[in-house]
């Protein structure tokens, strides 16, 4: 039992000491120092000698303790070097307390050594992992050899070696349990820390040279506690110092960009990754120069040294917003362009078009993804056009021009259009994209342009061949008029030569009359200013007094005039309308259809037509003539046009009268055309509304006109008073008026005319009033007189404007003037006479409600220019 206890204090004493050597490596941190090889030898030693000395002595020479558990755990954990150093200085000491033991104590303690060696050798895995079990394994082990080696090299001690088997197989195992636990536990202490150190410096080396910048934060009150040289960089700050103890408001901008906030963002984003352990968010900063820059921010939780901290990275988007927002407004702009714009593959498969390709086309993207553009041709561009486009594009270059194309309904339109590649970083084309603009309202206005320029090229070709003929039309009559004009100045000359050529210049006069009245109807058509006037008259009438007018000049040709009759019954019937104009009307038909037949007969007709919109009447001219081609029909109705202009060489004429009829036609609400058939003569018809006379209203057919009363007799005044500034007018007049017994007091303006009739003591019977005279015009002159009768108390004095102006508004200028009628140059006697004969039975003082007297063409006996 002494034994036991002896050997239970030494193993405590062992345990004890290699404790205390355990505690003595830490340093003031808690981490362990590793001992040089030859310390830990020397301080083993020293601990084997202290079990030594508290030995349990069995004998002289002989003593047990627990140096075999020591070296055991020794070889096992230190290995070879500080283990034979400790082996060396414990036989040394063992060997100089000497007695019988002194061998087998050496041999022990290096049998002990070697054994613990040796299983360090053979065994795999790392020590710190080592179990009890293996421990207890490597103590029996020790044990067992070390009692059969005392069997062996201790025979006289048979006793002694019986009675220390029971400790060695229990309690020096049991040490070997407890000191290799400790020394492994102490080791898996070290492992754990080591691998803490590294891990720590790991971790250090990637903070500090991440290129992310990194900042530590404490969630307790926001400031920041640690940072990586990136976060320096990013802040722009001098060092780490200048970041730590910042706050997020201090490298923040005052508000995020919706408007939140920053301290309150701040908080609410803290609070989120405390409370889940990650956060991530877009923040927008602001560096020490005020520069604002946006970064993606992302807080973990993490603990260290027993309390909760935030790490967070930045990563600057600030170049990614800006290409964001590059994009989206590139998006934008392609979205709302005006232009439609197409995006396809390599094989031209619409993958993308914008609202205004859907706009123009009437397709949406679902409808075209995928399809070829091809779905828009028309086939009215050329073929060969979109062979050039293909090969233009895949041979790297741009293509543009127009296109002719189809929309979704089936409608055409055009495009100008600019196709181009697409290629990718290395250069190769990876898409194509075009960009093309609706042009079809330019299109259609350069094609009205080009008709319009063709259309203005045609009449003024039609106007140059007009004024050659009006050169032609004006100087025939000319030449006869200055031609016989100096016959008449010739001596010699008889009264039947004379009279001749008097008619012959008359004629010629009246011919260029003629013409210019046509210029000017032709004028007030086409300026707007052409009235109607409203009377009642017959159309059978109208057709004989036209057959009547023409019957001399178709009989020189030897045409018959023929009045058909069409609706007999309905002829006579009274209709309101211009009688004059449809008289006009029917005279150009008739002059044409005169003067275009060399035989038979022209057929002069006219019915009512019923019509939805109200009834018609029909005037029609048949000609038993050359006839008109079809498609030149149109264009007898054009201003200025002839159909060949050398017809105006064989047949004479302006190109104006039918232009005319259409057009006074339609001033009717009415129309005008023409049948024909070549070769086989031609039918001129016009329509106007058929306006039935009123029951109860007066059915007087309209006078026939001054140029056919001749010289009848009626009423003449004996005295004139001429206001005319032209002496040659005045010689004209003067010799007119007397040839007929009226005398005739001429003023050369407006001023003498008053003087003379305020002087003169026999006030004359009318006034012939010039408008246009120097002085004091006719206007004034006008007003003055009728002045001048009212504060004198005097008789209404008839005024007759006399005047070369042929329009309505000249008409009513002279009647608002004060003047009773109107008559334009050049002057015809029996129009003159009859006007004379109007104002006379007129009442005085009324005459300006009588209708006055217009030029109505006195002579139609000359053939339709």
């Not at 004429?653 to 005319?660: E, K, N, T």
């Not at 007129?842 to 002579?859: I, S």
Request: include cysteine.
């Amino acid at each position: 039992m002494a034994m036991f206890t002896a050997l239970i204090s030494n193993a405590a004493l062992l345990l004890a000491m290699v404790l205390i050597l355990d505690l003595a490596r830490d340093d003031a941190d808690g981490t362990a120092r590793r001992l040089p090889a030859p310390l830990a030898g020397a301080i083993l030693g020293v601990i084997a000698i202290g079990a030594m000395l508290a030995a349990y002595r069995a004998g002289p020479g002989l003593i047990f303790d627990t140096r075999s558990v020591l070296f055991g755990a020794s070889g096992l954990f230190f290995g070879p070097v500080p283990t034979l150093i400790a082996t060396v200085i414990a036989a040394a000491y063992r060997l100089s307390l000497g007695g019988p033991g002194a061998i087998v104590g050496v041999a022990s303690i290096i049998v002990s050594g070697a054994i613990g060696i040796l299983w360090s050798k053979l065994r795999r895995g790392p020590l710190a992992n080592i179990g009890w079990r293996e421990l207890l394994a490597l103590g029996l082990t020790i044990h067992v050899v070390l009692l059969g080696m005392f069997a062996v090299m201790l025979p006289s001690s048979t006793m002694t070696v019986a009675g220390v088997a029971l400790p060695f197989l229990t309690l020096y195992p049991l040490a070997t349990v407890a000191i290799g636990m400790l020394i492994a536990n102490r080791l898996g202490h070290e492992r754990t820390r080591a691998a803490l150190t590294a891990s720590e410096h790991r971790y250090r080396a990637l903070f500090d040279s991440s290129i992310t910048p990194l900042v530590v934060m404490n969630p307790a009150d926001g400031r920041f506690i640690d940072c990586n040289p990136a976060a320096i960089t990013a802040y722009r700050l001098p060092d780490r110092d200048a970041v730590l103890g910042l706050t997020p408001l201090d490298v923040s901008a005052p508000q995020q960009p919706d408007g939140e906030d920053s301290a309150t963002a701040a908080t609410r984003h803290i609070a989120d990754c405390v409370r889940n352990g990650l956060a991530i968010f877009d923040w927008r900063h602001r560096r020490p120069d005020g520069e604002i820059w946006d970064a993606e921010v992302r807080l973990m939780k993490f603990r260290q040294e027993e309390r909760d901290l935030v790490q967070f990275s930045l990563t600057d988007i600030t170049e990614l917003r800006r290409g964001e927002e590059a994009r989206r407004t590139l998006m934008q702009a392609i979205e709302q362009a005006p232009a439609s714009i197409v995006i396809t593959d390599m094989d031209a498969n619409i993958e993308y078009v914008n609202p205004a390709f859907s706009r123009v086309t009437g397709y949406d993207l679902d409808e075209v993804r995928g399809k070829n553009p091809r779905i828009l041709q028309s086939g009215q561009t050329p073929p060969e056009r979109h062979v050039e486009l293909w090969n233009t594009i895949t041979s790297g270059q741009t293509w543009s021009g127009v296109l002719h194309n189809k929309r979704k309904d089936g409608s055409f339109y055009w495009e100008q259009a600019y196709i181009g590649p697409v290629c990718d970083e290395r250069g190769r084309i990876s898409h194509f994209v075009a960009v093309k603009e609706n042009i079809t309202e330019r299109m259609l206005a350069e094609e009205e342009l080009v008709r319009a320029r063709d259309a203005a090229e045609g009449a003024t070709r039609a106007k140059s061949a007009f004024l050659a003929t009006m050169s032609h039309e004006i100087r025939t009559p000319l030449t006869g008029v200055l031609g016989m004009a100096q016959l008449l100045l010739q001596d010699e000359v008889s009264e039947s030569e004379r009279r001749d050529y008097a008619r012959t210049i008359l004629n010629c006069g009246n011919s260029l009359l003629t013409l210019l009245n046509d210029i000017l109807d032709l004028s007030k058509v086409e300026s707007g200013r052409i009235e109607l006037a409203a009377a009642p008259y017959a159309p059978g009438q109208l057709l004989e007094e036209v057959a009547d007018l023409f019957g001399q000049a178709a009989e020189n040709k030897g045409v018959a005039l023929v009045v058909d009759a069409v609706d007999a019954g309905d002829t006579d019937r009274r209709y309101v309308g211009d009688p004059t104009r449809l008289r006009q009307m029917l005279s150009n038909y008739v002059s044409n259809a005169i003067k275009f037949s060399s035989a038979g007969a022209v057929h002069l007709a006219v019915r009512r037509i019923a019509h939805p919109d109200g009834d018609v009447l029909r005037f029609s001219v048949r000609d038993e003539g050359i006839g008109i081609p079809p498609e030149q029909q149109e264009l007898l109705f054009r201003p200025f046009v002839q159909l060949d202009s050398s017809s105006a060489r064989a047949y004479g004429g302006s190109g104006l009268g039918l232009s005319i009829v259409r057009s006074v036609a339609e001033v009717m609400d009415g129309s005008a055309g023409c049948d024909s058939v070549p070769g086989a003569g031609s039918t001129f018809w016009f329509e106007v509304p058929a306006q039935t006379l009123a029951a109860g209203v007066e059915a007087r057919a309209a006078p026939r006109g001054p140029a056919d009363a001749g010289l009848a007799a009626g009423w003449r005044p004996r005295r004139i008073l001429l206001a005319e500034d032209n002496a040659v007018n005045r010689k004209v007049v003067e010799l007119m008026l007397r040839k007929q017994g009226i005398e005739v007091i001429s003023a050369e303006d407006g001023a003498a005319a008053l003087a003379k009739l305020q002087s003169d003591a026999a006030p004359p019977d009318l006034v012939l009033m010039d408008c246009q005279m120097p002085v004091l015009d006719g206007f004034e002159t006008t007003r003055r007189i009728r002045a001048w009768q009212a504060a004198e108390g005097r008789a209404y004095l008839p005024i007759i404007a006399l005047t070369a102006n042929a329009f309505e508004e000249d008409r009513q200028r002279c009647l608002d003037a004060g003047m009773d009628d109107f008559i334009t140059k050049p002057l015809n006697l029996p129009r003159l006479l009859a006007a004379f004969d109007s104002l006379h039975r007129t009442a005085p003082g009324a005459a300006q409600a009588a209708r006055p007297l217009y030029d109505r063409r006195p002579d139609r006996g000359e053939p339709e220019k």
